[in-house]
T-cell receptor
Framework: GQNIDQPTEMTATEGAIVQINCTYQTSGFNGLFWYQQHAGEAPTFLSYNVLDGLEEKGRFSSFLSRSKGYSYLLLKELQMKDSASYLCAVINSNYQLIWGAGTKLIIKP | SQTIHQWPATLVQPVGSPLSLECTVEGTSNPNLYWYRQAAGRGLQLLFYSVGIGQISSEVPQNLSASRPQDRQFILSSKKLLLSDSGFYLC????????????FGPGTRLTVL
């Protein structure tokens, strides 16, 4: 089968750094997405990785290791507005998008 | 720029009633369109996707159906709703290349009582 694993919930402190991990087992790989979803809202696109390495976008960075089937999303200088669920999704060899269940991130003052 | 609309935003329906949710995309042509459902606290479940007018692929057997009467219009329907149909329904589009980013509409919160 195909699956994506993420922690269900994480807690971090405002101003700190948090790393959200995602491991995947899929039939092939054509890219990995990270989305942010605030409660009651639609997911919004954060990042796309298709090659190994780190992609940085302001306070958010995403890392990919295809050989390990592993990615992480790194959030720096956490703000209260970063409280949300973070969804990892992988495109497999059939160009199907496989979604993880998401990680709920709770930011405490 | 591209925009995706969904309506209604919220809906409360009795069991056994029909359903029609609409999604439209502006600012692009020949998009791939998707319907997802998200149960409370859960991940996204792909229900249907379409690569063109009249072309619908179903991912999960259920009492829902989808139609694409126009290039940028995608409709989700049911003849008789079940309690288990409650959830957050999201429409998404991509430009047509399979590896492109999916962009989501605002969603419809459906409660079946």
């Amino acid at each position: 089968g195909q699956n994506i694993d993420q922690p269900t919930e994480m807690t971090a402190t405002e101003g700190a750094i948090v790393q959200i991990n995602c491991t995947y087992q899929t039939s092939g790989f054509n890219g990995l997405f990270w989305y942010q979803q605030h409660a009651g809202e639609a997911p919004t696109f954060l990042s796309y990785n298709v090659l190994d390495g780190l992609e940085e976008k302001g306070r958010f960075s995403s890392f990919l290791s295809r050989s390990k089937g592993y990615s992480y999303l790194l959030l720096k200088e956490l703000q209260m507005k970063d409280s949300a669920s973070y969804l990892c999704a992988v495109i497999n060899s059939n160009y199907q998008l496989i979604w993880g269940a998401g990680t709920k991130l709770i930011i405490k003052p | 720029s591209q925009t995706i609309h969904q309506w209604p935003a919220t809906l409360v329906q009795p069991v056994g009633s029909p359903l029609s949710l609409e999604c439209t995309v502006e600012g692009t042509s020949n998009p791939n369109l998707y319907w997802y459902r998200q149960a409370a606290g859960r991940g996204l479940q792909l229900l249907f996707y379409s690569v063109g007018i009249g072309q619908i692929s179903s991912e999960v057997p259920q009492n829902l159906s989808a139609s694409r009467p126009q290039d940028r219009q995608f409709i989700l329907s049911s003849k008789k709703l079940l309690l288990s149909d409650s959830g957050f329904y999201l429409c998404a589009w991509t430009s047509g290349r399979a590896s492109d980013t999916q962009y989501f509409g605002p969603g419809t919160r459906l409660t079946v009582l």
